[in-house]
Nanobody, 115 residues
Framework: QVQLVESGGGLVQPGGSLTLSCAAH????????LTWHRQTPGKAREFVAF????????RYADSVEGRFTLFRDNVENISYLQMTDLKPEDTGIYYC????????WGQGTQVTVSS
C-alpha cells in the first residue's frame, strides 16, 4: 500500500529555517518522479519543487529558488525539503507527491512563518 508521511513543519520566524521530511512506504521513492507542493486556505495547491528519478534534474518554483533545496535519501526512502530564509508567504500545508499514484496525497505538514 502506497503511503507518504510528511513531518517537520512548525512555527518559525521570518528568516528562519525548517527541514521537512517525507517518508515513503510501500514503494521506492527513487523509482518515481518526486515533487513537493503547498497549499494555503482559499488558494489552489501550488508546485514547490521537483526531482527526477536519477536526482540529476531538480527544479523549483521561482518563489523558492535559491532558498529551498530538495534531497532524497535512497537508503532510508525519505525525501527532505530544506527551507531557508523563510518568508510569511511560505506559510501553508506542505505535501510531497509521487507519480507512483498520481491521485494519492498524504496528510501534509503545516508550516507557519510569522513573527
Amino acid at each position: 500500500q502506497v503511503q507518504l508521511v510528511e513531518s517537520g513543519g512548525g512555527l518559525v520566524q521570518p528568516g528562519g529555517s525548517l527541514t521537512l521530511s517525507c517518508a515513503a512506504h510501500g514503494f521506492r521513492l527513487r523509482d518515481y518522479i518526486l515533487t513537493w507542493h503547498r497549499q494555503t486556505p482559499g488558494k489552489a495547491r501550488e508546485f514547490v519543487a521537483f526531482m527526477n528519478t536519477g536526482r540529476s534534474n531538480r527544479r523549483y518554483a521561482d518563489s523558492v529558488e535559491g532558498r529551498f533545496t530538495l534531497f532524497r535519501d535512497n537508503v532510508e526512502n525519505i525525501s527532505y525539503l530544506q527551507m531557508t530564509d523563510l518568508k510569511p508567504e511560505d506559510t501553508g500545508i506542505y505535501y510531497c507527491h509521487s507519480d507512483v499514484d498520481p491521485d494519492y496525497w498524504g496528510q501534509g505538514t503545516q508550516v507557519t512563518v510569522s513573527s
